[in-house]
């Protein structure tokens, strides 16, 4: 297989875990416990079908385009296909698709369970790291966005544009981030330098999801 990046490529993506379904033979790629993506092997363990998930119209449109992709192996071939893994669909192409079919089955899940399966609040902070969770504050998303620095029963100000007004899952679908609401909202603890990271690292943490159209921030 001439993509020998995909493995590391799919496991980088925010959330994502991946089996070995025996029977098939496949090497399936998991997002919230839905798969988006498969190598399938055959009886000497060399793949040779790419399984992935696109909207019918778009994947009528690459069938089209390549003759290394074609409807789904052993799948709905309305929304599923799979893309020979030595054929000629440039690596930035199937990277693409592979985005595509990751935020193909990660909307499928409420924006609230996005969040849970992202391990992420809206803004990008893995709140399972961050010092203050399970001491003062249950989360961003168990609590509605009202944490611990809030008051009056408020969300806090990312979560209320980014969930509450924009109804998006996090910012990563926003487009703006970070904002100049990011930058009104910080732990006043943190000096300049440690605030710009703090962004940084968000920023990184939000890349692993992807915009509505499924391409990577």
């Known amino acids: 297989m001439k993509y020998l990046w995909i493995d ?4 980088a993506k925010q959330g994502v875990t991946k089996d070995l379904q025996e029977s098939w033979n496949w090497i399936r790629y998991h997002i919230g416990g839905k798969m988006f993506a498969a190598i399938c092997l055959d009886e000497n363990d060399r793949p040779y079908y790419i399984n992935l ?20 192996y052993y799948s709905n071939k309305q929304h599923w296909n799979s893309v020979n893994p030595d054929g000629t669909v440039p690596d930035e192409l199937l990277k693409t698709m592979l985005d595509k079919s990751y935020a193909l089955v990660l909307s499928s899940f409420s924006k609230k369970r996005q969040r849970e399966i992202l391990k992420l609040s809206c803004c990008g902070t893995a709140c399972g790291e961050c010092e203050y969770f399970g001491a003062v504050c249950k989360g961003c998303t168990e609590a509605d966005g009202k ?26 679908s926003c487009g703006e981030a970070p904002c100049s609401i990011w930058r009104g909202t910080r732990d006043p603890n943190l000096s300049d330098q440690a605030f710009e990271e703090s962004i940084t690292n968000r920023m990184r943490n939000l890349k692993g999801a992807a915009k509505p159209d499924g391409v990577r921030l």
């Open 8 to 11: 590391e490529y799919l496991l």
């Open 53 to 72: 998930k696109l909207e019918p119209q778009e994947g009528e449109f690459f069938r089209q385009q390549y003759e290394d992709v074609i409807p789904g």
């Open 147 to 172: 944490v611990f620095h809030t008051s009056g029963g408020k969300a806090c100000p990312i979560y209320a544009c980014s969930v509450q007004k924009k109804k998006l899952a996090t910012c990563a």
